[in-house]
């Protein structure tokens, strides 16, 4: 598949994971992508998950059709991109890797080598010539790693984007962007939003027409624009839409109720809610709504004296992606000594620019009259 002149996709798709990095759910599987750029020198642009190494080095020798591969960039060195390393190197030995110096120490962890003799060190600005083209190197550090850099191709005018712009799922699913995008970013490179703020305005001084990720479909015109305008939104933390998200941790459903509840008044009220269990739903969709709408509710039990284990989880996944500038507010429950809202609020004393809700709704077992109208005084609060 031509990309633009000289640039072939031949990366995999993969629908036997189970969990992404471990822990992410993802029901369309995933894509590791790679590119060959072939000019009067080739260049291959990232190696794929160790799974799928045969079946990238085939898509290799097809899309050489007998050249000789001359350059292999490491833009990124977590496994899902840097497997196929050694193999590449081994099968095609006069190929150099090029990645920043940041990469080679990780590739000797992995690798058992960091190819001393056959490597070029890319660092901001460096360029690499291969003939009819020039790729310039851009660094991005903790866009996811340290060592990631992204390239340019000035023939095409392409970004070579590594992490940034990717997505869950295989690139044979039909799903919507913008929803498996934000739940990659949120999970995955949420915490870095001032990283991915500079390479935002890196990017910004190039004239790009496609952006080639290493996961998700390639990006082009309005496709690209809106992809560019999300992530500014994402990584400097704005709201993306008006509305609530509620995450509940019920231990007998009596949390749960009163979440319910809450969800169905502000319904009736006309605002968009998204609701989640955080014991049973996928959690990472549930971050990736809490910074995506402007306001939180979180409700808990109250458990030794704590919070119920998978809202203490859940603030952290918030806090360690630097969660900022939302309304929360806070729904506890306790049979004898409610102190769910109190440690929520402590959890979160470092998270800027929080409004907190005035109306904390407080059961003590089950609803009652008492907590239902404070309920509706929270929903009034929560929409005035
Ligand atoms: Fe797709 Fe950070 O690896």
């Not at 000019?39 to 799928?52: L, Q, Y």
């Not at 150099?96 to 056959?118: E, L, M, W, Y």
């Not at 992530?231 to 007998?252: C, H, K, L, M, Q």
């Not at 809202?311 to 900022?324: G, P, W």
Request: charged fraction near 25%; proline fraction near 3%; aromatic fraction near 10%.
């Amino acid at each position: 598949m031509e990309i633009a002149p000289g640039i072939k996709y031949i990366g995999v798709n993969d629908h036997q994971i189970d969990l992404f990095e471990g822990q992410y759910e993802v029901p369309n599987g995933m894509a590791y992508n790679s590119y060959a750029v072939i000019d009067e020198k080739t260049a291959i642009f990232d190696t794929v998950d160790e799974n799928f190494v045969s079946q990238w080095l085939e898509n290799i020798e097809k899309a050489l059709a007998g050249k000789t591969p001359d350059y292999l960039i490491v833009q990124h060195m977590e496994p899902d991109h840097s497997a196929g390393i050694a193999v590449f190197m081994e099968k095609y030995p006069s190929a150099q890797i090029v990645a920043s110096a940041k990469a080679f120490p990780i590739i000797k962890n992995f690798h058992g080598t960091d190819f001393a003799d056959r490597r070029i060190i890319a660092a901001e600005g460096t360029t690499l010539s291969l003939g009819g083209r020039t790729l310039t190197f851009i660094t991005a550090p903790m866009v996811h790693w340290p060592e990631v850099i992204v390239t340019y191709d000035d023939r095409t005018k392409t970004l070579f984007s590594a992490d940034a712009f990717g997505k869950f799922g295989a690139l044979d699913s039909d799903e919507d962007w913008a929803c498996e995008a934000r739940r990659y970013y949120m999970g995955i490179v949420g915490k870095y939003g001032a990283q991915v703020q500079a390479l935002l305005k890196k990017a910004s001084a190039l004239q790009i027409e496609t952006v080639c990720p290493l996961h998700g479909p390639v990006l082009s015109g309005d496709d690209l624009a809106i992809a560019l305008e999300k992530y500014d939104i994402w990584s400097s933390y704005r709201p993306e839409n008006e509305g609530v998200t509620i995450a509940y941790a019920s231990i007998y459903g009596h949390t749960k109720d009163a979440a319910l509840e809450l969800a169905k008044q502000l319904e009736e009220k006309g605002v968009k809610v998204s609701c989640f269990d955080l014991a049973r739903d996928d959690m990472a969709e549930a971050v990736e709504d809490s910074f995506r709408y402007d306001r939180l509710v979180l409700a808990s039990s109250t458990y030794n004296n704590g919070l119920f284990p998978f809202m203490q989880t859940f603030i952290h996944a918030l806090t360690e992606r630097n969660f900022q500038n939302r309304t929360v507010a806070f729904i506890e429950n306790g049979s004898w000594a409610p102190a769910a809202a109190k440690n929520m609020k402590a959890l979160l004393e470092n998270s800027k620019n929080l409004t907190f809700a005035e109306t904390v709704v407080t059961l003590r077992s089950a609803l009652s009259d008492e907590s239902r109208a404070s309920l509706a005084a929270l929903a009034y609060e929560l929409v005035k």
